[in-house]
């Protein structure tokens, strides 16, 4: 399968901004997402890129896309904690038959 | 470490029959495992969440008597789609969470065909 990667941990002050990255390799997605999961919840969408835009901003969240380069980031602007959970990126391919998730990066937002 | 299977891999079958999934953690105990369902190039939706040994929650919408949960083991966890109709055809992917951990590893996913 293809594979998305992302760092593992990422610890930030309250009130900072918070930067995610993630990288993929299959050329032809289509769509790019970000989910939040928090303890002992299932995934939750918070935002989707599709491949033909650069950025897209959703009140304290933005994405940014580079496909030249295939990396994807999540800004959260003000980052609170209640913003601390586990943020993870997928994409999905032309045909949207196969989503391809990344490891997740574990938030922690220090007060 | 930490893979996630599902079996089968993709699924036809006729109306009005049942379907069985399985999703299996390999090589760790999973006390949580949730199932997602795909809708054509639409986002994961969360459909229920299944700890072992008990029942699982469902997601608002979501029918329990249509899509059956077990979560038999610390390794296995099942979705039965009962008496199956065209509008059931989706993919269905599962992902597991180990024993004192949050993280959650995702099976490849299950695609239904109802004719």
Aim: charged share 20%; glycine share 6%.
């Amino acid at each position: 399968g293809e594979d998305v990667e992302q760092s593992l941990f990422l610890s930030v002050r309250e009130g900072d901004s918070s930067v995610i990255n993630c990288t993929y390799t299959d050329s032809s997605s289509t769509y790019l997402y970000w989910y939040k999961q928090e303890p002992g919840a299932g995934l939750q969408l918070l935002t989707y890129i599709f491949s033909n835009m650069d950025m897209k901003q959703d009140q304290r969240l933005t994405v940014l896309l580079n496909k030249k380069d295939k990396h994807l980031s999540l800004r959260i602007a003000d980052t609170q904690t209640g913003d601390s959970a586990i943020y993870f990126c997928a994409e999905t391919s032309n045909t949207g038959n196969q989503f391809y998730f990344g490891t997740g990066t574990s938030l922690t937002v220090i007060p | 470490g930490a893979v996630v299977s599902q079996h089968p891999s993709w699924v036809i079958c006729k109306s009005g029959t049942s379907v069985k999934i399985e999703c299996r953690s390999l090589d760790f105990q999973a006390t949580t495992m949730f199932w997602y369902r795909q809708f054509p190039k639409q986002s994961l939706m969360l459909m229920a969440t299944s700890n072992e040994g008990s029942k699982a929650t469902y997601e608002q919408g979501v029918e329990k008597d249509k899509f059956l949960i077990n979560h038999a083991s610390l390794t296995l966890s099942t979705l039965t789609v009962t008496s199956a109709h065209p509008e059931d055809s989706s993919f269905y992917i599962c992902s597991a969470t180990p024993r004192g951990r949050e993280t959650q590893y995702f099976g490849p996913g299950t695609r239904l065909l109802v004719l």
